[in-house]
């Protein structure tokens, strides 16, 4: 009986020794994601600085009417 369950921890560390691995396989899928998010992105137009401009000039407008403590 010991030397089958010698055998059989011989054969679990084996097992568990060839899955170990030091190379590695290629990218992982979040690395894909965000490889494709920053591609995605760099093709998208930016708005240019009086558009970019604008929109916080309407933000801060809307921000400030709607806040009743920062009127006075």
């Not at 992982?28 to 000039?57: C, F, M, S, T, V």
Request: charged share 20%; proline share 3%.
């Amino acid at each position: 009986m010991k030397h089958l369950q010698l055998i059989g921890l011989i054969a679990c560390a084996i097992f568990f020794v060839s899955c170990e691995s030091t190379g590695t396989t290629g990218k992982g899928n979040q690395e894909a994601k965000r490889l494709a998010a920053l591609h995605q992105q760099r093709e998208q137009p930016q708005p240019d600085e009086a558009q970019q401009n604008l929109w916080n000039a309407q933000h801060d407008i809307l921000t400030r009417d709607g806040n009743a403590a920062s009127r006075y």
